[in-house]
């Protein structure tokens, strides 16, 4: 009998969610107590002008001392050319740095990603099967002298032309993927309205080859019943390239320890996809 009433209490109490996984493009400034253990996976799809993507992510974050975390992270990409891959994985801490008292929270977070595959990815086989498909009568001298004078990108750095996650050349910036890097994130958080939650992040990427990168993630998420939350992100470079992106997100906690996540991203320009559907599911236990 109370095994029923705590289940049935669980399901009418109010949920608020409060994993450290709130959104779809941020890390907010939560962290988990000792002990306590959260796992999470996250999906995205872009549609774009060159092959579309998708990626995977699965983890789980542990509290393991004080106001500090430990996450262990595997993701998986495909770049709609050679299919799905296992791209990197990797540890991070997280800190709570909130002063006593303070209304705004304050965090860091710092992690490393190791490459699981070959970074030098070797672009030209894939180029010279489509152009063989395409072209049967032309000399595979003539296809290649084809395909690189079409291809806007051969001249540019290695860090920007690369198949970091598996396909789009234009990826760079904060938005490289599948590489070798030291990463962090600068993360403050506070309240308005009493319930509207708001989260900015400072993004720094460490590569252990090409250029640092600097970018940001702002954001937020309103709730608008017990258990539906809906918001707003947004995240970009501030060097390398121009990538931005613009997401609408809801938010859904049906019992206090699950909260599933749903986007619809939009890219504000050239260098970021056309759309990207992202979800997300976090699990508290």
């Given at each position: 009998?109370?095994?029923?009433?705590?289940?049935?209490?669980?399901?009418?109490?109010?949920?608020?969610?409060?994993?450290?996984?709130?959104?779809?493009?941020?890390?907010?400034?939560?962290?988990?107590?000792?002990?306590?253990w959260i796992t999470f996976t996250n999906f995205n799809a872009s549609v774009q002008s060159g092959p579309d993507e998708a990626g995977f992510e699965l983890g789980a974050t542990t509290g393991i001392f004080p106001r500090t975390s430990l996450t262990a992270?595997?993701?998986?990409?495909?770049?709609?050319?050679?299919?799905?891959?296992?791209?990197?994985?990797?540890?991070?801490?997280?800190?709570?740095?909130?002063?006593?008292?303070?209304?705004?929270?304050?965090?860091?977070?710092?992690?490393?990603?190791?490459?699981?595959?070959?970074?030098?990815?070797?672009?030209e086989d894939h180029h010279e099967d489509d152009a063989h498909?395409?072209?049967?009568?032309?000399?595979?001298?003539?296809?290649?002298?084809?395909?690189?004078?079409?291809?806007?990108?051969?001249?540019?750095e290695p860090h920007e032309h690369e198949d970091e996650e598996g396909g789009n050349h234009e990826h760079s910036g904060i938005h490289l993927h599948g590489i070798d890097a030291y990463h962090a994130r600068l993360i403050i958080e506070g309240t308005v309205c009493g319930e509207t939650r708001w989260v900015g992040n400072l993004i720094a990427l460490f590569p252990d080859e090409g250029?640092?990168?600097?970018?940001?993630?702002?954001?937020?998420?309103?709730?608008?019943?017990?258990?539906?939350?809906?918001?707003?992100?947004?995240?970009g470079d501030f060097s390398i390239n121009d990538y931005?992106?613009?997401?609408?997100?809801?938010?859904?906690s049906?019992?206090?320890?699950?909260?599933?996540?749903?986007?619809?991203g939009f890219g504000l320009n050239s260098a970021s996809p056309d759309f990207t559907f992202r979800t997300g599911l976090v699990w508290k236990f």
């Open positions: 009998m109370k095994r029923y009433l705590l289940i049935a209490t669980l399901l009418t109490s109010p949920v608020f969610a409060d994993h450290g996984r709130d959104f779809l493009l941020l890390q907010d400034a939560t962290v988990p107590a000792i002990g306590d992270a595997l993701q998986s990409a495909d770049s709609g050319q050679g299919g799905w891959d296992w791209s990197s994985a990797g540890p991070a801490l997280q800190f709570d740095l909130t002063p006593p008292g303070s209304p705004v929270l304050i965090g860091l977070l710092i992690g490393r990603d190791f490459a699981l595959r070959d970074q030098h990815y070797d672009h498909d395409d072209h049967h009568e032309e000399d595979d001298h003539h296809d290649f002298e084809v395909l690189h004078a079409d291809d806007p990108h051969e001249e540019e250029e640092t990168a600097f970018g940001y993630a702002v954001g937020i998420r309103h709730p608008v019943s017990d258990r539906l939350a809906i918001g707003a992100e947004a995240t931005h992106e613009a997401t609408l997100g809801c938010y859904y049906p019992i206090h320890a699950l909260t599933l996540k749903a986007g619809l």
